[in-house]
């Protein structure tokens, strides 16, 4: 099993994967945050990276539209 680099990163782990069952984030998102959040992988900033957040749309809207 993986360990976390923080308790902070477990508990985003698993609202990211409640987002993705729910489809409002999709599995390229998780893997890209999974990147960031077990010990022993390389951080974005250490290798020169962005960290891609991605943006999650509220109840009734689309990708697409602004959130207020």
Known sequence: MKKYKSTAYEHLHEEIKN?????DMSAADLKEFEQECFKG????????RTVHVPAIATAGSTPHEPLV
Do not use: E, R
């Not at 987002?19 to 489809?23: H, I, P, S, W």
């Open 19 to 23: 987002l993705v069952q729910a489809g």
């Open 41 to 48: 992988s390389p951080s974005a900033a250490s290798a020169g």
